[in-house]
């Protein structure tokens, strides 16, 4: 009989962790036992990395120490042969593999690449972390053919961010809408980037390469890639009257809807709610309320008909959209911000490790009978 578990390790719990807890019934996420709704409300993206990374909330004085390295231009500004790097990158590279070469490349000029000592490991943490959206502005800038704006270290990671895109200071609705995109999508258990991260870390791996393992796996549209389809879902609709038709008319088709459903969730994510009121506050201010009214609609289809519920990757893309970022990079975003959880179990794997190496059920023929090749 076989002992093999549902397929896509569903429910399989493969090991222990103090950072992140799912309710999948009730719809609660929680990030070292703090609800994601308080830190929405009263914390920022810079304190939950470092929240994830020690394990509790900072005290001022760790808190001040922590922001002044995360926005220090030494760790985030780009090694100049970097940018030479991107700019040898053709064209037409999407931001997501230039996010994945990129940080492959950084790491070859990281002073502590190899050492997987706790401190080098933060070392390298804050670096990598304050470099990532320096990496995805630079490559929007040079696709553009246009230079790269450095990075100001008076301004939040998620202000700074939008500064290097725009060259303009985001307004302080924008910043703030960036900032809890940031927060939410700071860390998820065991996704399948963080696994793939921590499968990486588990054979005593650098940090760098369990980082660029869960971007790999991140880019793929059943996970952080969903939130380019469902902007491009929503181009396709086009406009709130055909969203109801078009939906009914996908799911006839048996389409899978991106930015629905959960492997873990039962309910709606606790992260779409955050969204969907930004999103839509953002679309306000601009003045344009189409995606999000599209949005609606299509939610609403897919819930009465299929009873599953928008996830976190519903309503980002709105958000981002309306502050002018382009829908190929939404995945980096993502990347910008989860870069702190894979991290944080980067380190927790390193603290305690034993090789991570699965069995799989063999179901291939056993005596096979080798054919020399001029027989067969
Ligand atoms: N649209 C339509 N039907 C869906 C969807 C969807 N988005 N999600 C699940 N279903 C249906 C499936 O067709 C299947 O129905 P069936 O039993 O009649 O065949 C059933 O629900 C179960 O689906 P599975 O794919 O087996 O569920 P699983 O737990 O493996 O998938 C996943 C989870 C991959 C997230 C899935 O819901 C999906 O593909 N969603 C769309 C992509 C997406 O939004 N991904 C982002 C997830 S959040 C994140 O990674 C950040």
Redesign the pocket.
């Known amino acids: 009989m076989s002992t093999v578990g549902k397929a896509?390790l569903?429910d399989v719990v493969v090991s222990t962790s103090d950072i992140c807890f799912i309710d999948g019934r009730e719809g609660r996420l929680l990030y070292r036992g703090f609800d994601i709704d308080d830190l929405v409300e009263q914390s920022s993206f810079e304190e939950v990395v470092f929240l994830l990374w020690q394990g509790h909330l900072p005290t001022r004085k760790e808190l001040d120490a922590h922001v002044k390295a995360i926005r220090a231009t030494a760790n985030r500004k780009l090694p100049p042969k970097m940018i030479a790097i991107l700019r040898a990158l053709p064209r037409k590279t999407t931001p997501m593999e230039v996010v994945r070469t990129g940080v492959s490349a950084l790491s070859a000029f990281d002073p502590d690449a190899a050492d997987n000592s706790r401190d080098a490991s933060i070392r390298k943490a804050m670096r990598v972390t304050a470099q990532l959206p320096t990496l995805v502005a630079a490559w929007e800038r040079i696709r553009r053919g246009k230079a790269p704006i450095a990075p100001n270290p008076k301004l939040s990671t998620a202000a700074n961010f939008l500064y290097m895109m725009t060259g303009k200071k985001p307004t302080p609705l924008a910043e703030q809408t960036f900032d809890v995109a940031l927060t939410l999508h700071a860390d998820?258990e065991f996704?399948?980037s963080t696994f793939a991260a921590r499968v990486t870390a588990a054979t005593l791996s650098d940090l760098h390469s369990a980082i660029v393992a869960a971007i790999g796996a991140l880019k793929g549209?059943?996970?952080?890639g969903?939130n380019e389809?469902?902007m491009l879902m929503v181009e396709k609709i086009g406009s709130p009257e055909r969203a109801e038709s078009f939906i009914k008319k996908a799911?006839a088709e048996?389409?899978?809807?991106?930015?629905?459903?959960?492997?873990v969730y039962r309910v709606e994510?606790p992260r779409a709610k955050h969204l969907r009121r930004l999103a839509s506050e953002l679309g306000q201010q601009v003045g344009d309320m189409s995606a999000v009214r599209i949005l609606d609609t299509v939610g609403r289809e897919?819930t009465a008909e299929?009873k599953?519920y928008p996830?976190?990757?519903l309503y980002s893309g709105a958000a981002y959209a309306a502050m002018g970022i382009p829908t190929d990079q939404f995945t980096p975003i993502?990347a910008m911000s989860r870069v702190a959880g894979w991290i944080a179990h980067v380190l927790e794997q390193h603290a305690n490790n034993r090789l991570i190496r699965p069995r799989s059920e063999y179901t291939g023929p056993t005596r096979a009978t080798y054919v020399p090749i001029e027989q067969r």
């Open positions: 896509g569903e998820h996704n399948a549209p059943l996970h952080g969903a389809q469902v799911l048996k389409a899978r809807i991106m930015g629905f459903g959960h492997r994510d897919v299929k599953i996830n976190v990757d993502f």
